[in-house]
């Protein structure tokens, strides 16, 4: 079946398959465990739930025995109660992870998910911390009275990248009085975290539980493309005690995925895609038994293949592909007599050669921002009587590369021409290199990383420019001379064989270390570190000399004694 315009896609590999339903339960109190998974120092005192007994060095977890449905959102609340003693203690966290109901981190300033050991793995986890006590010299708390969001496999310090958003509270959290939390997370994926009032959030953050595995920088990125997780509280206490009570608890989730989105071809994934930048494949396909629809999220301008796979049963089907913009959630769709479209069809699109299967490759290039969902049709019974099926639906997001930013660049002189690899986040598939105004040949590009060939013969400090073709760029040095900040220690001795260090920059790049002409032993450890043994000299002023594969050279003074 022909189709009748371009499509513009970009989607990690996945595709997404049929609704689970919605969940919901209300604990009024927790006179009984039944519903729960207590874990460590985590028990029920009275008619409440205490991760913590008010004691030192206490670290537990109570999780729902169940895991529910988050990502097609969620929406729960409890009232809480925190009680100091002589001190502040740490406080508690509400967490959504996928450990399982033994889960459980460490405990003191990690809360009882963050920081693992080998003993206690932490929790690839996001935790809504309530923060009664301020550690700013590990972890960079905002104050001893903080509500945040944390997202990864630690706890991270506030400026870094597992804290994505936080407030101090506008009274005490900890003053023995009952409050009341919400945390909402909604499909477009926005996260709303509201104490007491329950209608204006104290702390709002966008992220997408879905992916991407790039969003907000996470170093260690918590997403859930199986759907579901757990959910419950953990709580550490330190050297410094407190009561935390949680005293009631309901949450709600909205279905993973409307029915329309599994189609009528049957269990198959008939539609998915696949991401690939330069030569490494960023596939998160990751399906657990009841696979969600999520909206597939990933930078603009970058490749991709649509997957259009023949139904079970046959070797080869016609198909035919529809879509709608925006995210089709089920509020309406469109019953035919070969299954239900979650929008109306209005025209197919013009795309691959209309047979499966088939691996349509999209090339980079388009600037494609918004929402878009797929589905489509294709036949049963291509070599018999028409059997018309609805495919699965895919919902797809685009959004733009995210900030080009570079934390390091090394360079391998083993071939015959030095390859420049610079590391950091952001990289385009597009991305164009020019060495001192020249086009430079890419070795290898994907987010993380690329490397191009450094011509030889480069002159010393030639700038180089990497280009992405959103407008972001990055200008560092090519064969770059060497920066020598320091040397210890200092005076040297005049015996020689002695290890001394140096700190500076573009260090890595050194091949040749001299002290007043004599060759020395050296050992490069990073761009700003190195090592080198002094030779035996007299008592005076010494110069030390670097000089680089590229020919570049710097002399520094040194004294011996």
């Known amino acids: 079946m022909p189709l009748t315009r371009p499509l513009s896609a970009l989607v990690c590999a996945a595709a997404l398959t049929p609704s689970a339903f919605s969940q919901s339960f209300s604990i009024p109190d927790f006179s009984t465990t039944s519903s729960l998974a207590l874990v460590g120092d985590a028990n029920v005192t009275g008619s409440a739930l205490r991760p913590t007994q008010p004691a030192q060095l206490e670290t537990g977890a109570g999780w729902y025995d169940q895991a ?40 003191g300033i990690y809360l009882g998910y963050g920081e693992g050991t080998l003993l206690l793995p932490d929790l690839t986890a996001m935790a809504i911390e309530v923060d009664t006590q301020q550690n700013p010299s590990e972890i960079g708390d905002l104050s001893n009275n903080e509500i945040s969001i944390q997202i990864g496999s630690e706890l991270f310090p506030a400026n870094g990248p597992g804290f994505v958003a936080g407030a101090t509270a506008p009274f005490d959290l900890a003053d023995g009085q009952r409050h009341t939390m919400r945390v909402r997370y909604d499909v477009v994926g926005r996260i709303d975290v509201f104490v007491d009032d329950l209608t204006t959030p104290l702390v709002s953050v966008d992220h997408d539980l879905d992916g991407p595995f790039y969003e907000n920088q996470v170093a260690t990125p918590f997403y859930v493309p199986e759907g579901s997780a757990f959910v419950g509280f953990t709580g550490s206490t330190g050297t410094d005690t407190q009561t935390v009570d949680i005293k009631d608890w309901s949450f709600t989730s909205q279905p993973l995925a409307p029915a329309c989105a599994a189609g009528s071809a049957g269990a198959q994934n008939v539609l998915s895609a696949e991401y690939f930048i330069g030569f490494d494949p960023a596939v998160f396909s990751g399906f657990g038994p009841t696979p969600a629809l999520r909206r597939l999220t990933l930078p603009s301008f970058e490749p991709f293949e649509i997957i259009v796979d023949a139904p079970d049963g046959t070797t080869s089907a016609p198909y035919a592909l529809f879509a709608q913009l925006g995210r089709a959630d089920g509020t309406t769709t469109l019953p035919t007599g070969f299954g239900d479209f979650c929008f109306t069809p209005v025209a197919p699109f013009s795309i691959g050669p209309g047979v499966a299967p088939v691996r349509i490759s999209i090339p980079p290039g388009l600037p494609l921002l918004g929402e878009i969902t797929l589905q489509g049709l294709t036949d049963l019974d291509p070599s018999g009587s028409t059997q018309l099926v609805t495919t699965n639906a895919v919902a797809l997001r685009f959004v733009p590369l995210p900030a080009l930013t570079v934390v390091e660049i ?108 004599i060759a020395t032993t050296f050992n490069a450890v990073s761009p700003g570190a190195m090592f080198f043994v002094t030779p035996a000299l007299p008592a005076g002023p010494a110069t030390l000399q670097l000089t680089t594969f590229g020919g570049c050279t710097i002399t520094h003074p040194i004294v011996y004694q």
Do not use: M
């Open 410 to 517: 090394q360079t391998d002189h083993g071939g015959p021409e030095p390859i420049t690899t610079v590391i950091g986040s952001g990289f385009s598939e597009l991305a164009t290199v020019t060495v001192g105004g020249v086009p430079a040949q890419i070795d290898d590009v994907t987010l993380w990383n690329l490397s191009f060939v450094r011509p030889a013969g480069t002159p010393c400090d030639t700038p180089f420019v990497i280009q992405n073709p959103n407008g972001d760029s990055y200008t560092g040095l090519a064969n770059p001379t060497p920066v020598i900040q320091n040397v210890l220690p200092s005076p040297l001795s005049t015996a020689g064989n002695e290890l001394a260090s140096i700190g500076g920059d573009f260090l890595d790049e050194v091949n040749s270390v001299t002290v007043d002409g």
């Open 68 to 107: 529910v449905n988050v990502t097609g959102g969620f929406d729960t609340q409890f009232d809480f109660r925190i009680t100091s003693g002589p001190t502040r203690g740490q406080g508690f966290a509400f967490v959504v992870q996928k450990n399982g109901t033994n889960g459980i981190g460490q405990g």
